[in-house]
């Protein structure tokens, strides 16, 4: 069975920073690329980044040279590294595994964990 469970989230003021975690039960995250996108409210779920096998990265606009994704194999977690944070990154981030087609699309994500709440206080 594979679960993925998100941790980390919270309140954080605006230019402030937060690291997630995402650690996995039933799958060694070494074998799959693993990534990150949120939901603020009323909003659809948008792609954050991904950590691929071979350890390359992608990253939304958004969030590009702000955010970093990293991964330790020996705990089966990886994380999203959240600086220079603005309001509008308030949102529920999920952590999700990549099963096949366009990396950006929800449809891409096979397995879900059920998010973490970031809110950014202005």
């Known amino acids: 069975q594979v679960q993925l469970v998100e941790s980390g989230g919270g309140l954080v003021q605006a230019g402030g920073s937060l690291r997630l975690s995402c650690t996995a039960s039933g799958i060694f995250v070494y074998n799959y690329q693993m990534g990150w996108f949120r939901q603020a409210p009323g909003k659809e779920r948008e792609f954050v980044s991904i950590?691929?096998?071979?350890?390359?990265?992608d990253y939304s606009d958004s969030v590009k040279g702000r955010f970093t994704v990293s991964r330790d194999n020996a705990a089966n977690t990886w994380y999203l590294q959240m600086n220079s944070l603005k309001a509008e990154d308030t949102a529920v981030y999920y952590c999700a595994r990549y099963y096949s087609g366009g990396y950006d699309q929800t449809s891409a994500y096979d397995y879900w964990g059920r998010g973490t709440q970031v809110t950014v206080s202005s």
């Open positions: 950590t691929w096998r071979s350890g390359s990265t």
